[in-house]
T-cell receptor, first 114, second 115 residues
């Protein structure tokens, strides 16, 4: 079963706070992990893309993957009101050939209060 | 920055009518996808398309759905006889290739409302 669980929130934090967003999954075949940001009435916008376990940092964003626990996280440092959006985790098995469908979490709605 | 574009942004259709949703993927991308998101639910995979044929499809993608790449730039999703439950946001996505596992980039979607 390709299930991805994500707390839908909503999550409300003051500006400047560190935000932690998480997803758990059950399919041990997932190898590729993504975080997308979705503003209201817009499509998912790729934020972070990681392969297998480990950390990846890009500016204020850090993605962590723990495959042994089937747990991924996104940290946002120094959060800004412009970070207010829904954050979607997504993952795929990534066969390396042909297509690879994404399985999404439900998304966490984040509000950063000035 | 190159982007995936989708038209129309909003489509209102009577139940039972045919609808065609259009997408222009990023120009050097080779793999194309359709996803849908029913209000308040997860984004769900519908179909993937490569080299002018379907690569994978989900159980949602039944005989009422079809995809086509009619020319070198457009990628379309057709629903033959729409049902109320087809009301959703439909997202097109594309990627350069999957051998190097490049991520998918999404358009802003078409909101389909079935009356």
């Amino acid at each position: 079963q390709k299930e991805v669980e994500q707390d839908p929130g909503p999550l409300s934090v003051p500006e400047g706070a560190i935000v932690s967003l998480n997803c758990t999954y059950s399919n041990s075949a997932f190898q590729y992990f993504m975080w997308y940001r979705q503003y209201s009435r817009k499509g998912p916008e790729l934020l972070m893309y990681t392969y297998s376990s480990g950390n990846k940092e890009d500016g204020r964003f850090t993605a962590q993957v723990d495959k042994s626990s089937k747990y991924i996280s996104l940290f946002i440092r120094d959060s800004q009101p412009s970070d207010s959006a829904t954050y979607l985790c997504a993952m795929s098995e990534g066969s390396g050939a042909g297509s690879y469908q994404l399985t999404f979490g439900k998304g966490t709605k984040l509000s950063v209060i000035p | 920055e190159p982007e995936v574009t989708q038209t129309p942004s909003h489509q209102v259709t009577q139940m039972g009518q045919e609808v065609i949703l259009r997408c222009v993927p990023i120009s050097n991308h080779l793999y194309f996808y359709w996803y849908r998101q029913i209000l308040g639910q997860k984004v769900e995979f519908l179909v993937s398309f490569y080299n002018n044929e379907i690569s994978e499809k989900s159980e949602i993608f039944d005989d009422q759905f079809s995809v086509e790449r009619p020319d070198g730039s457009n990628f379309t999703l057709k629903i033959r006889s729409t049902k109320l439950e087809d009301s959703a946001m439909y997202f097109c996505a594309s990627t350069t290739d999957t051998y190097s596992n490049q991520p998918q980039h999404f358009g802003d979607g078409t909101r389909l409302s079935i009356l």
